[in-house]
């Protein structure tokens, strides 16, 4: 309003000021008329005119078209109301203006004490002049235009309150819904370490009279009760094999929730990467020599050593194994291959770090199978505990799911990672690497190459 009030009285010569009902005043033009400052020079002169703008700013508009007051310089005030929406929020004040008529100085200027006569006619005719006629089309042009600015800042502000209140009613909605994606969160948790807990009860549980049914058909496979009968035998063997399967299972639901629960034991020290796979093959070797894959490791003796558990590291291997030789139809190979590699180490986001940072010594496994392969779209999703490719009812493979899960759990428990890879023309290769042991560790020396068939 400054800028506009301003610019009304460059265009007309008018001084304009806008206040409100109470009589504040909002915006008002800078220039003061010559003969108003010399008034204002002298005391009298001073109470003079503030009475006036006084009277003014206090007069009483009933009308739209507004009203006018004199003043004792001859001048006049035109007053215009400010309306919107019915109502009145302001007035406008055009003036002081002198009216053509006006050619001399009145006496009501001159009664003032102090005022110079001469100085004062000097004066006079650079004060603004108009008729009536124009401070009212001046007056009608001010309104339309604060109508305007009126209009455009309240839908602006009714704008912004709308905008204001959608952000804090998103806000409200966005705090209630994370409030209750916490509570969600923290009972999930209580849920997970509820099944935790129980998983590892119940497999205790079931463990104990487990190593009793094993432990007896073991006595009756070797006589100790007597001597079996063909058929005894073959039954009794038969509830061992299951046994050993239940057993297996057993011991993976507590290795699950164990994992889960961050309470494994790692006993971690310099492991030779070609030993453990040796010993893994071994424990896999009668499954592949019965089914007629035909398995075979290869470990050079300069591969570096490992940080990590060798018992954790051999049930990594041997789940790999079992897994491959399980999808592998029988004539087919399974092949572990171990080999060093360096990979760039973790550095920070900062321009220039990553040409800085060392390389990372790595041991690299890979095992490789000609089996029915796994689809790119479910080589991220196998790792899933109780995660199966196969979900039907009539699938040819068994297994609960667990191994794979358990796999990627050891391996990242050894700051390692493990992924899977396409091997053409069949089959899949799970490719594990681990972070080399310390650089003053001296590699194995040992180099590994078995083959079982």
């Known amino acids: 309003m400054r800028g506009m009030v301003g610019s009304i009285e460059q265009v007309f010569g008018m001084p304009v000021r806008i206040v ?3 009589g504040v005043s909002l915006a008002s033009s800078s220039r003061e008329a010559p003969l108003c400052a010399m008034i204002n020079e002298e005391p009298a002169g001073r109470r003079a005119c503030g009475a006036i703008v006084s009277e003014v700013k206090r007069l009483r508009v009933t009308s739209s078209e507004g009203a006018t007051h004199g003043c004792f310089t001859g001048a006049r005030y035109r007053v215009v109301p400010i309306e919107y929406e019915g109502g009145t929020i302001g007035r406008a004040i055009l003036g002081p203006y002198l009216p053509p008529s006006v050619e001399s100085v009145p006496d009501t200027l001159l009664a003032i ?6 100085r004062a006619a000097e004066l006079l005719p650079h004060m603004a002049r108009a008729t ?11 309104v339309a235009v604060l109508d305007v600015i009126l209009w455009s800042g309240h839908k602006a502000l009714l704008t912004s309150k709308m905008h204001i209140a959608s952000i804090r009613e998103s806000y409200r909605e966005l705090s209630e819904k994370n409030a209750a994606l916490e509570q969600a969160y923290e009972r999930q948790q209580e849920l997970d370490k509820l099944k935790s807990n129980f998983l590892a009860t119940i497999s205790h549980e079931l463990r104990t009279p487990l190593t009793s049914i094993l432990g007896y058909s073991e006595m009756l496979v070797g006589g100790i009760a007597g001597e079996l009968t063909g058929p005894q035998l073959d039954f009794v063997q038969i509830i061992q094999a299951k046994s050993d399967q239940l057993l297996k299972l057993i011991m993976s639901l507590l290795d699950l929730s164990k994992l889960e629960s961050g309470t494994v034991m790692m006993r971690r020290s310099d492991v030779a990467i070609g030993v453990v796979l040796a010993e893994a093959a071994s424990t896999v070797a009668p499954v592949a020599t019965k089914k007629g894959v035909t398995l075979t490791v290869d470990a050079p003796g300069d591969l570096p050593l490992v940080l990590g558990d060798p ?5 990594v291997f041997v789940n790999l194994g079992e897994n491959a030789i399980k999808f592998t139809p029988p004539g087919g190979t399974v092949q572990m291959v171990a080999r060093q590699m360096a990979t760039e180490a973790d550095v920070s986001d900062e321009p220039g770090m990553v040409l800085l940072a060392p390389l990372r010594q790595m041991v690299e496994v890979r095992v490789a199978d000609t089996g029915i392969g796994i689809p790119e779209a479910e080589r991220d999703k196998v790792f899933d ?3 199966q490719v196969d979900q039907s009812s009539t699938r040819e493979h068994g297994g609960t799911g667990l191994g794979l899960s358990i796999v990627k759990r050891l391996v990242e428990a050894h700051h390692g990672t493990v992924h899977i890879e396409g091997h053409e023309p069949t089959g899949a290769v799970f490719v594990v690497r681990l972070p080399a042991s310390r650089p003053s560790a001296p590699p194995s020396k040992a180099a590994i190459s078995v083959r079982f068939a």
């Open 311 to 315: 018992e954790r590291l051999r049930q």
């Open 132 to 142: 009536e006629a124009t401070a009212e089309i001046v007056s009608k042009h001010l």
């Open 20 to 22: 409100s009902n109470s």
């Open 385 to 387: 505990p109780f995660y």
């Open 113 to 118: 004490e102090g005022i110079d006569p001469a």
